[in-house]
């Protein structure tokens, strides 16, 4: 979603800027400007489309500066255009405001503003803030923002330059992140560690409520009544190389092939064979608060909702607790039963989609224990859950989710194994599923050497308008998974169902041009799976099965075969949703789709 970059130091600040945004590209925009002081006006460039687009409009006509603030836009309010990109400067022109996030009361606010004469040049909601904050300047940059925020209702990451309190960005944070890059002789404020990583690896993250002042050498932290408060400095501890593409033609396809390491990381260390059991230091609830868990709830959206419903299944399977799983968007509007025995699990890639934040404080709220699952170390749901289990996936840049989703399922299961253990599962299954998951790693790396045979697949079905996704049991949020991936970048309908699901309806779609594919691998449910496959070949259906061993009631049913290794049940959709990611990328790049950055969304939803 939008990203903000701002830099106050010796150092030609277009560069800077420019650099900051591409670092921030993989979160998906639509728009792109910078606002720059060059010692006695501010300048504005801005151009809808890519980041290249507003290098063209630059390089037509540069602007000079060491203090800044750059943009990326994802349009909420108004069209992606020239007039609605960021910044957006008051009427006089002395102050230029970037933003992140939704002004709920922008329709008062510019009503307010228009009868004081403020004329309107953009559709955006942000626009009201550059005005208001130059209604309210009187001398210090600082005192106008935390004025004007006491007038506006809603989210926002913001970064504020004026020409008439120079030498300082003034920023502040609700609902949307932001943090300082520390450096010497120069700092930076972003929404993004990867904006900064190139320059600083000290960063403060900015929590809900925090206006910062930042200078070329010195920055401050400050409250709702300018009252200095203190912000520890983070180290990122993640390299610039995870963040670009060494090599692979995408960040997609480099984070597929990354998962042998990725999901060796999430175990690293957390599990123990001998004992059938996981360690997971972060979770902070002692023995006792683990056995008072009445019931589970996991709440995510998207590719984590996915990975949720796995956990469910896993955890009521091996703990008998009871689990729900909501979307979080949902979740949030919906007064839920919770009690303080309830364990709230919150599943997020990026530890910062809006709704699923909004869900993990609605939870606490009610009273229960909350447990993040999250892949981005310092993210605002790391830092406000009651306890946590990072994934350790590595940075994920692909809008499609895929390391994490292996590593949210692999998070998942050493959760299980941990409170299966602590409730009635016997030392010798747990052993069973610990080496099982241990063996994860390689036996992704043999699904990967099966690449070319899905490539070959791709090639077959780049022209199809829909495909269905069919499995059973584990393999169910598997099959939705996989058509989530193909939808997302090659723009493709598919759906995922459950397989016997399909006689309700969508077996109506089933002809000789719908490609159905369908998760089988050998667990429980397994003949009734291939009973599923008859009923579709039946109707002509072109089907390619993922299974995971020669198998004499399939002969005949299957058009293409992808093999996965095979495993305990629980632990099956990690190796099918290798061939499902491969699957959806390839028949993306064949379509000539961009892959890392498809229409319309965003990395990371920071937006309701
Ligand atoms: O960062 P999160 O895991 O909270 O993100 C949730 C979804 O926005 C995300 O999984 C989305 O569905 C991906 N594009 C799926 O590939």
Redesign the pocket.
Known sequence: MCGIIGYVGPKPVVPLLIEGLKRMEYRGYDSAGVAVYDGTVLHTRRAAGKIAKLEAVLAANPVHGAIGIGHTRWATHGPPTERNAHPHRSADGTISVVHNGIIENVNTLRAALQELGYVFNSDTDTEVLAHLIQELFDGSLEEAVLSALTKVEGTYGLAVLSSRDAGKIVAARKGSPLLIGVGHGENFLASDPSAVLAHTRQVVYLDDGDVAVIEHDAYRVIDAHAATISRKVDRIHWDLAEIERGGYDHFMLKEIFEQPVSVENTMRGRLILDDGTAKLGGINLSHDELLRIDNVIIT?????WHSALIGEMMIEELCRIPVEVEYASEFRYKNPIVSDRTLCIV???????AD?LAAMREAKRRGARTLGLVNVVGSTIAREDDGGVYLHAGPEIG???TK?FTSQVVALALLTLKLARKHNLSVVRGRELAQAMHDLPAQIQTVLETATVIEAIAEEFKHATNFLYLGRGYSFPTALEGA??LK?ISYIHAEGYPAAEMKHGPIALIDDQMPVVFIAPHDAVFDKVVSNIQECRARHGRTIVITTRDEPALKGLIDYEIRIPETVDMLSPVLAAVPLQLLAYYIAVKRGANVDQPRN?A???TVE
């Open positions: 995510a959206c998207g590719t984590s599943i997020s890639q990026s530890g910062e989609t699923t809008v499609a989710s994490a989530l991936k997302e969304l990395k990371s939803v």
